[in-house]
Each structure stands twice: as structure tokens, then as C-alpha cells.
């Protein structure tokens, strides 16, 4: 589904990544480690065609992203749900709004019963008619998330999704998207939470790929 | 949540693309007021164009089919020669009819240049010979060179001399008008393209969310040109709807226009189809604001990256 081979990425001429090779299949679930600055909202972005390599190549559906035109990578972000780091939303529509969104988007209808469904599962049922700004940030991570996956994308990326809730929470959020993942999904979730991917371990066959030396790699035995 | 989050399932509530677009102080302000000040400047241009097209058309009605000839003959020989000119013009094609103004008739005409009391017997004053001409059908030419035959102090004034220059003056004014029209409609889509630049500029959040969740070029523009069309529209007809109304309060503009300063501001008013062209107002300012907001949004899509 997103494919990088042998790619180069960096800012203000040195390179952050270098010679990053990644491939994320159908149902497969990976996490992505390594310490602050390495490179792994980076890599996402790579993934999803915010980014372009300055070297390698980068496929997103088959199509390469040096060739795809805006509204093809509009497309294929259609079918990833992205969980961005900051949690961007639309500030003047309701939390329910703001998570059915890329419905709309879509063009597909919005099932208020899903909808609320979804919002109890991420805890946010409370906040449905709260405005973003309202929110706390594990408030925010969960609305994100609830709609990164609204749409049953093909790929998840989530950048740090767990940064900011609770343990329980983390855990009931890790469930959507093992549960996401066995639907055939694949999921890529950077994270510095370790226990969290011990947890996800014990569920799913993640792989672990730790960001080191500017290269992807994967993680040792104590994880 | 073991099920696909796919909802398949029935409509039961939907999002507009209207609404992605925040509600924005300055910019629905300034589309709204360059709107209506623009409506109301069109209805103006638009009402000086049909009234500048009313009076040329006027006055080329009203002297094109007429024409006089004035006889100054040598005395002994003005009724010789007054009877020829009839005489001519009775056999003369494209002739619908003529009269031979009398001397009091005259003396009227003379009045304002040389006073109440013109002793017309006593002044070698000419005998004028009014004609009514049959459209497309008189060959002024042709009736020149025989009075030069037949009566050489007659001579034809077909109102040409002073009339083409009026006509052309009014037809000038209506081209103005309508050059008026046209830029009132280029300034509208460039203060629209401006308020449309400056709210996509303060809303680059929206668009980076919108793209993040796939959201195409076109579907942002949108939501976009949605909102300011309905803005143009909205300040437009209240523009408009202004505009005819200071038309109405014009004094004269409406009343019959016998005299000359009269019949211009008569020619003001809005009357039968002139209504349709000021109802179509409005809805070129919304059509301009929809292109120019569409063109002005998809650019800066293309630059915001």
C-alpha cells in the first residue's frame, strides 16, 4: 500500500533520513520508536504525501508520489486516516462534525448512530457538541483518532495517538486499532510509549522499527 | 467495534461544504458593502446607458424625417421662385408633405434673436419651406441639384449638420455608460477576488485539516465560492434595490419630459424592460463574485502547499 525505498530526507540541506527503506502491506501493524527529533513525523509525513523524498522513491497505492498530481494525493489520503501530531481541527464546528468530516469530504453520508458510536468509544460522547478549543489534549488525540478512522481507511498512521491519555484509555485505543488492523488495515503508530507496544504485542504480530543513525531499523529483544 | 466503521447505513445527518469555511468578520463585510455600492453604481451606469440610448434614439426620430428649405432670392423673384420649390417638391419622391410657413410663423422664429416687434415685410427676411420626408425613401441629393435648376436661391437643409453631432453625443454618453457597466463589473470581481485571497490566506488551518482528510482542490474552493457568491448576491440585490430607488426620487424621472432638461431625467426612470436588465443585476454580481472567487481560490490552492 505505501512503499519507501532507499529514501532521503532532510531539512536546511543535512539529512534527518537517510537510505529509509519501509513497506506497509494489508493487515500488516507497525510501530515506529526512536527519541525526539529522529525523524518519525517526518516519516509519516513522507507517507502521506506532505512530504517528498530529496532522494528514494516513495509509492502510495502503487503511484509514485513524484508523479501524483494534487488531486491524486488527495485521492489516497482519502483511503489513509491520519493522526497528526498536533491535532489540527476546524475550530468553529463541533467535535461530532469535525470527527465526520472526511465523510463529507468523501461525499459519503453520515450515519449519526455510527457516529455516536464511534464518539463512545474514543470517550467523547460528553464532548459531541463541545468546539475543539474546548477539549483537553487527550480529548483532542482521541477526536483525532476517532477521525482518522471514521472512513475504515485502508492505512493508519497515527503520530504519537496516545501521547496524552490515560493508561486505560491508551489501552481501549490501541483495541480500535488492533481491531481496525484485523479488518486488513495496516496501521503504522509512532510512539515512544514501550509499554504500549509490549501491550500491542500481546495482541497482534506488530513489528517494531526504531529510527537510528538517520536509518529506519528494526527494533531489538527488549521490546 | 468489531463491525467496518464504513456506516453504509441511511442519511441521518450531513455536513455542508458551506460550513467548513469559518465565519469571517471583515471579508463578509467588505463583499457585502463592494456588493451593494457596486449594484447601486450599476443601476445608475445602467439607467444614464438606457436614457442616453432614449434620447439619441429620439432626436434621430424626430429630425430624420424632416427637413427645410430656405428661399432668398433676389426681390421680384421670391415668389417665382417659391412657387417653383413647391412645385419641385409636389413631384419630388420621398416627399410625405410640406407647408410653406407664413410670415407670422417666421417672425416667431425670429423672435428670440431679434425681438417681438421684427417688421417682417419691411427686412428681406427668407420664405422657409417645411418638409416631411418619407424614411429611407428621400434622396436629398437629388432635390438639391434641381432646386439649383430650377429655383438658385432655395436651399435644402436636411438637419444632417446638426443633428449627427447630437446623436453621436448621446450614442457617446450610452457607450460610456455601458464602458461604465463594464468596469463597475471588473472592480466587483476584483474586490471580491481580494476579500476572497485574504479569507483563504487567514484560514490556512482550515485548508491543512481539509487536506489532511483528503479533501480535493475543487471541494475546498467550494465551500469557498459558496459563501462569497451568496455574500455578492446578498449586498447586490440590497444595492440594487437602493439604486432604483434613487432613480424614483430623481425630480422628473418618470414625468413626461416635454421640455429638454425634462425629457433626459424622464429618461431615467426604469420602465417596462428596463426592469428585467436591473434584476439582472444582482445575479451578475454573483456570477462575477462565483468566477472570481473560483479562479482567486484555486490559485491560491495551487500556492499554498
Same mark, same amino acid.
Given at each position: 500500500m505505501i512503499e519507501l525505498r532507499d529514501v532521503t530526507y532532510g531539512y536546511g540541506g543535512g539529512d534527518l533520513l537517510c537510505g529509509v527503506d519501509l513497506r506497509l502491506a494489508p493487515a500488516s501493524f507497525h510501530f515506529l520508536t526512536g527519541p525526539?527529533?529522529?525523524?518519525k513525523t517526518t516519516l509519516m509525513k513522507l507517507c502521506y504525501a506532505e512530504l517528498r523524498p530529496l532522494s528514494g522513491r516513495v509509492t502510495i497505492f502503487g503511484s509514485d508520489v513524484r508523479t501524483m498530481s494534487r488531486d491524486a494525493v488527495a485521492g489516497a489520503r482519502g483511503r489513509i486516516g491520519i493522526v497528526h501530531q498536533d491535532c489540527q481541527f476546524l475550530d468553529h464546528l463541533p467535535v461530532a462534525e469535525n470527527v465526520a468530516l472526511p465523510l463529507a469530504v468523501a461525499g459519503r453520508p453520515v450515519d449519526a448512530g455510527e457516529l455516536a458510536e464511534l464518539l463512545a468509544w474514543v470517550g467523547l460522547s460528553a464532548q459531541a457538541?463541545? $468546539? %475543539? %478549543?474546548? $477539549?483537553s489534549g487527550g480529548e483532542r488525540q482521541r477526536a483525532a483518532l476517532a477521525r482518522a478512522v471514521i472512513t475504515s481507511p485502508d492505512v493508519i498512521l497515527a503520530d504519537e %495517538?496516545?501521547?496524552?491519555?490515560?493508561w486505560d484509555m491508551s489501552l481501549r485505543l490501541l483495541r480500535l486499532l488492533v481491531e481496525l488492523n484485523r479488518m486488513g488495515k495496516a496501521v503504522l503508530v509512532a510512539t515512544h510509549d514501550l509499554n504500549l507496544i509490549r501491550a500491542a504485542k500481546t495482541q497482534v504480530a506488530a513489528r517494531v522499527l526504531r529510527i537510528a543513525d538517520r536509518r529506519v531499523q528494526q527494533a531489538g529483544a527488549d521490546l | 467495534m468489531a463491525r467496518d466503521l464504513a456506516v453504509p447505513a441511511p442519511v441521518l445527518t450531513e455536513i455542508r461544504a458551506g460550513r467548513v469555511v469559518p465565519p469571517s468578520g471583515f471579508t463578509a463585510s467588505l463583499t457585502l458593502f463592494t456588493a451593494a455600492a457596486m449594484a447601486f453604481l450599476a443601476v445608475v451606469a445602467l439607467a444614464f446607458a438606457l436614457a442616453a440610448g432614449r434620447v439619441a434614439a429620439g432626436w434621430e426620430a424626430a429630425l430624420s424625417d424632416s427637413a427645410t428649405i430656405r428661399i432668398a432670392a433676389p426681390e421680384g423673384q421670391v415668389a417665382a421662385q417659391t412657387d417653383a420649390v413647391q412645385a419641385i417638391l409636389a413631384t419630388t #419622391? /420621398?416627399?410625405?408633405s410640406f407647408r410653406l410657413l407664413a410670415d407670422d410663423e417666421v417672425a416667431r422664429l425670429l423672435e428670440p434673436w431679434l /425681438? #417681438? !416687434?421684427?417688421p417682417v415685410d419691411a427686412l428681406p427676411v427668407p420664405k422657409l419651406v417645411e418638409i416631411v420626408t418619407v424614411p429611407g425613401e428621400f434622396d436629398a441629393g437629388g432635390l438639391r441639384q434641381r432646386l439649383a435648376g430650377e429655383a438658385p436661391g432655395a436651399v435644402l437643409d436636411d438637419h444632417t449638420r446638426w443633428r449627427a453631432p447630437m446623436v453621436a453625443a448621446a450614442q457617446r454618453l450610452r457607450l460610456l455608460a455601458w464602458v461604465a457597466l463594464g468596469l463597475i463589473a471588473l472592480a466587483t470581481a476584483a474586490m471580491v477576488t481580494l476579500a476572497a485571497r485574504a479569507a483563504l490566506a487567514a484560514n490556512g488551518q482550515v485548508i491543512r485539516v481539509l487536506r489532511l482528510v483528503g479533501a480535493r482542490d475543487a471541494w475546498i474552493a467550494r465551500a469557498f465560492v459558496r459563501r462569497f457568491t451568496l455574500r455578492a448576491l446578498a449586498g447586490a440585490l440590497a444595492g440594487t434595490a437602493l439604486g432604483a430607488l434613487a432613480l424614483l426620487l430623481v #425630480? &422628473?424621472? &418618470? &414625468? !413626461? /419630459?416635454?421640455?429638454a432638461g425634462s425629457a433626459f431625467a424622464a429618461g431615467l426612470a426604469l420602465r417596462g424592460g428596463d426592469w428585467a436588465l436591473a434584476a439582472a443585476i444582482p445575479l451578475a454580481a454573483a456570477l462575477a463574485a462565483f468566477a472570481a472567487t473560483r479562479a482567486a481560490a484555486l490559485r491560491s490552492l495551487r500556492e499554498i502547499t
Open positions: 525526539s527529533g529522529t525523524g457538541r463541545a $468546539l %475543539p %478549543p474546548q $477539549l %495517538p496516545t501521547g496524552n491519555v490515560d | #419622391p /420621398g416627399i410625405a /425681438g #417681438p !416687434d421684427l #425630480p &422628473g424621472a &418618470g &414625468g !413626461d /419630459g416635454e421640455t
